[in-house]
């Protein structure tokens, strides 16, 4: 089922239009076609040059967006799924495993969200558990011996805050993870993909090179938290949403982020294929540079990159 | 000077603006509901005598508790934050921050310094509920930095005592960022074997507790604490039904194997001065060995 | 030579001596108790066509299934146990033995060699279940750290398919040093960064699942193969309830954490080629580098 | 409540009557006394000295024995137990702290047991969940940063076979163990204060120096786990302990302990203290010799001891 946003509507009428017309054998019809095709890219250009942030935060989290396993399958040669944090479970908001891109082997990690309600029991909607992030540091360190780079995809609502969550320590399973990132020894990049949702991001985002794609977000706390705590008011989320400095080009300016890596018009999923192109790229070139430095120069590229995290005082 | 807090229900909002603690000779116990006087109160350290309750205490009192007297050194008190996100609250967030600098004569929800505890020097920071319910932003993930970075310098044991609501909403991913921060000299400590000590009181949650609150050598609680990750009514709200009872206090987490050991106020000092005694003990006898053979 | 065991219900006993395999055509399947021909079941790696149940099979045969023909050199072949507790049984230990190396043709309950698989030179050991229950004594002790030794000597990968009661009972405390041995060389191997697969097959439980079954960089569990610590039956004893259905099998060692992947019989080589390939990509390209800068 | 072994009650009706007449003032009750503690020294020495394989087993159960707090607080100066494998819970089957003893630190671990029904419950009656066994590897790792010595106190029926254990990995526990302690950068004692039940006492028992008390055993298997395999009949269990080899001098002549340490005349819960005594005197030794090793020399040692562990084939 496709399911989209109120301002993507204007741009589906016309794709369906279009659509129409292909099975019309009419000899005018390609004509028309052009058209409506012009008329369709001049439309998604004015519609996502004047997007609001808060119409932003809808497409960071828009139910049709590719997710983590749809990116590592379009760019991976190779990709075998690895299990379990070898201690209490198996997480399947966050997947991981070794992968082969290009005669080069990397591990990946993503957080999962689902497409359906049985996806989404089996992803508890992309938000993880102790388990999943343990999952990510087994892996990680897997990773380390075997001199691959880490590759981590983040989307997430956050970390689940639920009864076994806390009971298997989601703080110490974070604050671990942060722990060991900060010095592993192997090129890590992180990639915003959808939603960077506080801790629960951050405990497989910690990184040489943090990128976020464009129309992504990446905040403390969701806007709706914000909002309710602020207002008392969850549907005052949009002016939260401003409040946060959530999106990519804020991120940059305060130097949390690396850079950012544009969308195809009209987002991600208008053309998940170009995209998975983009960040394959985009992994492939920076892999590139960080394997450049010998380990000693990341690991205190690293250190003084999150040494320097906010340094913005009176 | 206030030194404790009234205890709140919701440690996920900004409530440091609600504690109106009553002047009085008396206080009212927050569990066992007997009436204290005062005096006696603190002479014993803000616990209740009646039910062993442990009443939320600010910064400067923990560090009169903990460090010999007239040993304390402030550092790093001059940063303040920089408003780096211009945020929009219901009252904007430089004006919070103008108006907690006059009430609390602070300039950050952390204090950090070097001083004696049981004639050993240490580095200490101590997050204070009372500044903006102890929330970390950039300028506490700085001090703390700061302060683990003078620990390396001195080659002296760090210990952190939490306090605190998580990161600080109206700093956004700069506050986020102070978890990987932190953590990450906490990460340089336990490199070269420098015992860091976490004290975690009432109530440490979010991502205090997911960065160096979590991560100590050590890591000891105050009797009853509230201690985690997500707080109660999100975690409430998400899972619709009511949380157990202890559910998130000292006594659970270290059931569930996340705390070393549950300490009293009153034995607190003490207790920490015999965990660095017998963490230094070899490491000194280790370093000696070394300097013999150089 | 017999190819596959009769399941046996109880892994905890030396259950060697009742696999009578059924020698005419058909073999009913375990599982579904459909009839198949035996010539088919074979054909399909001794895997039940109609619901996929894996059938045990021997050493030998998984060397056949993983090993590129005519490439395996077996190694370590001639070690025998010396029976060093004179171990008082209905039988004598040693008389147990002997009948074995006539009835098994080998001398001990693992096969170790090198081989190639999808051309990649490979360690290779295999638990035999038919050889007292594939029990770990000092000889498969033995035998699985010199194999580790030479993977370590050649600098190529390490595979251990596990099919195991454990620790071996004849050898009481000699034995069970034999799982601190068997995880002292995965531990060199470690520290080489050289790969280690470890296959987890119907069963393994006890000392073997305990020490380098379980030790794998990743591991591979066939479907539906029984794999924990203590066996059922012990467990059923001590809790005095019967098992939930499926419990210590693959998926619930996938669910519960213990195991990366569980593979197929027919894709088994092939995933683990793939997992070397990719294991060993960034490595090569190190040692290159290496090389070059040298 | 004191239990005692059906051989011991000879013993303990003398002592009674010696107690008895320490109540009486009557004049020649001192001289009576001397005679009757004679007699009970040579009842002592005569049972002891012709113990079966099987009381042996008895008197390393006894439920009168030490258990390792009870050694811990008498040998230590200084002892701050610590709690939780981070992870998922705290094992009351296994305790663990940091401890000073005459001036150094050590990091000891014991597996304990309870004397009555509430402390079992709590130590389960002294078999570990893998997250016991996951605290002592923290511990363990805690003791390497801080370069002390580790002293592990084994005392187990066995690791406990329920379905939660299984459920959290066991196996994985007790092998992650074994390979952490094979390489830990700091000198191992262990000492089996009473049962050493199979891979659960293995699981902290990986050491330098490896040593059994007097009357304690070793096995891989209990003996009444044997005998119901053997013989289909655990009540032939002293049989099972004969084949089993599980006492300290078999354990010696196999090369798989380094020393047995003797306990006082009628095993060590006749005198507590004297018991510690010889403990503290063996731990300081020991810990003494090893630290004269410079790391590297005390691991090569301890790789080749596990490399040579039933090194015995034809
Ligand atoms: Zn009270
Ligand atoms: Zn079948």
């Known amino acids: 089922m496709q399911k989209f946003l109120d301002f993507e509507k204007p741009i589906l009428e016309i794709q369906e239009e279009i659509n129409k017309l292909l099975l019309d054998e009419n000899s005018d019809s390609k004509l028309k076609i052009e058209k409506l095709e012009k008329t369709c890219e001049e439309l998604k250009k004015n519609i996502f040059s004047s997007l609001s942030v808060w119409q932003k935060v809808l497409l960071a989290r828009h139910p049709m967006r590719p997710y983590s396993l749809d990116y590592i399958n379009l760019i991976t040669d190779k990709f075998i799924e690895m299990h379990g944090d070898r201690c209490y479970g198996d997480d399947g908001a966050i997947v991981g495993g070794i992968a082969e891109i290009n005669g080069k082997s990397f591990m990946i990690i993503g957080e999962q969200k689902g497409r359906n309600i049985e996806e989404n029991i089996k992803r508890n909607f992309g938000m993880p558990h102790p388990e999943g992030y343990r999952k990510s540091l087994r892996l990680m360190k897997l990773a380390e011996k075997f001199n691959m780079p880490v590759v981590t995809f983040i989307d997430t609502p956050g970390a689940y805050p639920g009864l076994g969550a806390e009971e298997r320590g989601q703080a110490e399973a974070i604050a671990h993870n942060l722990q060991e990132m900060i010095m592993l020894k192997v090129p890590i990049i992180s990639i915003v993909i959808g939603e960077g949702g506080s801790g629960g991001a951050l405990a497989i985002g910690v990184a040489d090179v943090l990128a976020m794609l464009e129309y992504t977000i990446y905040s403390v706390i969701s806007p709706e938290g914000c909002a309710s705590i602020l207002w008392k008011d969850a549907s005052l989320a949009n002016l939260a949403a401003s409040a946060l400095k959530l999106l990519p080009e804020n991120l940059l300016e305060l130097g949390v982020i690396d850079k950012i890596i544009p969308e195809p018009m009209g987002g991600a999923h208008f053309d998940i294929k170009a995209m998975s192109n983009n960040l394959k790229k985009f992994i492939l070139e920076e892999t590139k540079k960080l394997e450049a430095l010998d380990i000693k120069k990341l690991l205190e590229n690293r250190i003084l990159k999150y040494k320097n995290m906010g340094n913005l005082f009176n | ?294």
């Open chain 2, 1 to 294: 000077m206030k030194v404790i807090d009234e205890k709140l229900e919701n440690i996920d909002d900004n409530i440091e603006n609600k504690a109106t603690f009553p002047k009085d000779m008396w206080v009212k116990c927050e569990k066992c509901k007997n009436l204290l006087y005062k005096k006696e109160l603190e002479e014993n350290l803000y616990v209740c005598k009646k039910c062993g309750f442990h009443f939320r205490v600010n910064a400067d009192f923990r560090i009169n508790m903990l460090i010999d007297n007239g040993t304390f050194r402030e550092y790093f008190s001059d940063l303040v934050s920089k408003d780096p996100l211009n945020f929009v609250d219901i009252k904007p967030y430089k004006e919070k921050l103008e108006s907690l600098y006059k009430k609390t004569n602070k300039n950050s929800a952390v204090i950090t310094g070097i001083g004696k505890l049981c004639e050993k020097n240490v580095a200490i920071g101590v997050l204070d509920f009372s500044f903006f319910a102890g929330t970390m932003d950039s300028v506490v993930g700085e001090k703390i930095y700061r302060l683990g970075e003078l620990a390396i310098k001195k080659n002296i044991p760090l210990i952190l005592v939490s306090s605190s609501g998580g990161a600080r909403m109206q700093e956004s991913i700069l506050s986020l960022m102070q978890m990987a921060k932190t953590s990450l000299i906490i990460s340089l400590l336990k490199e070269r074997s420098i015992p860091y000590i976490s004290v975690l009181a009432d109530p440490t949650t979010g991502g205090v507790t997911a960065s160096f609150a979590i991560l100590g050598d050590i890591n000891i609680a105050e009797p009853d604490a509230l201690i985690g990750f997500a707080g109660p009514r999100v975690i409430e709200q998400t899972i619709r039904q009511k949380l157990p009872d202890g559910f998130q206090r000292s006594e659970y987490l270290l059931n569930h194997g996340m705390i070393d050991v549950i300490v009293k106020r009153k034995d607190l000092k003490n207790k920490i001065s015999d965990i660095l005694d017998i963490l230094s003990l070899n490491l000194n006898i280790a370093k000696k060995a070394q300097k013999h053979n150089l």
